[in-house]
């Protein structure tokens, strides 16, 4: 089994910053895929971004590109999702999950742990 924490949810202004932090641990791989979900009040949880076992490889949601930035710690057993530039429809409990396989996908369905989420909330 692998259990996951999320921390650094928050309550800021519009155009202010987080950085949410998902610690793993159990039955952990490095070469695992990871990545990050949301789900906002009335609406079904949606990928936001994820991170290959190559840092370099990092895939996107349109609605966070080039505001939002996933990053791995592997020594850590840590996952980051750095924030910018957030807006009131952000607003959202955030999830981090673990997949047993190298490459990311973008499907709830192809992810196999979960951490029980953190609150992100952005006021206008």
């Known amino acids: 089994q692998v259990q996951l924490v999320e921390s650094g949810g928050g309550l800021v202004q519009a155009g202010e910053s987080l950085r949410l932090s998902c610690a793993a641990s159990?039955?952990?791989?490095?070469?695992?895929?990871m990545g990050w979900f949301r789900r906002a009040p009335g609406k079904e949880r949606e990928f936001v971004a994820g991170i290959g076992w190559s840092a370099p490889y990092t895939v996107y949601a349109d609605s966070v590109k080039g505001r939002f930035t996933i990053s791995r710690d592997n020594a850590k057993n840590t996952v980051y999702l750095q924030m910018n530039s957030l807006k009131p429809e952000d607003t959202a409990v955030y999830y981090c999950?673990?997949?047993?396989?190298?490459?990311?996908?973008?499907?709830?369905?192809?992810?196999?742990?979960w951490g029980q989420g953190t609150q992100v909330t952005v006021s206008s």
């Open positions: 159990g039955r952990t791989f490095s070469s695992d895929a």
């Open positions: 999950a673990c997949r047993r396989a190298t490459m990311v996908v973008t499907t709830k369905d192809g992810y196999d742990y």
